[in-house]
């Protein structure tokens, strides 16, 4: 079946720094990825949507400057949370699709991020 | 809009025990996928089942089965004889095939199988 990967699945960074997750498709290209994020013991809430090769497209309430996506190949697609403070401590999941929107999404296995 | 509803919030059965998960949803496309999905403390989400909105026919996989009622816009997961590895948060999800075909997820339901 088809596996999504992503990279680091944990990260412990202080408030301030940087921190990019890496979400990957291993035996699929994926021309859509999406990014999700979940509060603990909360549903997961979709942040935004990324085609490769063009922008992504952000949920409302969702900053752009603060969470960057690039999806610049079909295997690929990157999530630095940038700036990082406590309140954006969480775990973030990629899943990724192939293709048209009948196909499935398929879910990496998720990255916790605690920021200090 | 979607919504999806799982209006238990935590369940708890004794291991063979049989139990079943709510999920209600509200949509106003015609054409939509409803999926099942289990995250166990590990924090993968696993897919158990995504149903067509045309295909009502109920669904049976070992000691997992779902009923579908679109007149309720009910979408019920059991679990037979239920075992402790079946603990886990459940997850009802909608995707709409009009818009981008994004996933809406319910609030989960954390069940607990006691030995």
């Known amino acids: 079946g088809a596996v999504v990967s992503q990279h680091p699945s944990r990260v412990i960074c202080k408030s301030g720094t940087s921190v990019k997750i890496e979400c990957r498709s291993l035996d699929f290209q994926a021309t859509t990825m999406f990014w999700y994020r979940q509060f603990p013991k909360k549903s997961l809430m979709l942040m935004a949507t990324?085609?490769?090769?063009?922008?992504?497209?952000?949920e409302q309430g969702v900053e752009k400057d603060k969470f960057l996506i690039n999806h610049a190949s079909l295997t690929l697609s990157t999530l630095t949370v940038t700036s990082a403070h406590p309140e954006d401590s969480s775990f973030y999941i990629c899943?990724?699709?192939?293709?048209?929107?009948?196909?499935?999404?398929?879910f990496g296995p998720g990255t916790r991020l605690t920021v200090l | 809009a979607q919504k999806v509803t799982q209006a238990q919030t935590e369940i708890s059965v004794v291991e063979k025990e049989d139990v079943t998960l709510d999920c209600v949803y509200e949509?106003?496309?015609?054409?939509?996928?409803l999926f099942w999905y289990k995250q166990p403390p590990s924090g993968e989400l696993v897919f158990l089942i995504r149903r067509n909105s045309f295909d009502e026919q109920n669904e049976i996989s070992g000691r997992y089965s779902w009923n579908f009622q679109k007149s309720t816009s009910s979408f019920n997961f059991t679990i037979t004889a239920s075992q402790v590895v079946d603990s886990a948060v459940y997850f009802c999800a909608l995707s709409d095939l009009t818009g981008a075909n994004n996933l809406f997820f319910g609030t989960g339901t954390r069940l607990t199988v006691i030995p």
């Open positions: 899943s990724a699709r192939e293709g048209g929107k009948d196909n499935e999404q398929f």
């Open positions: 990324s085609n490769e090769g063009s922008k992504a497209t952000y």
């Open positions: 949509t106003r496309d015609t054409t939509y996928y």
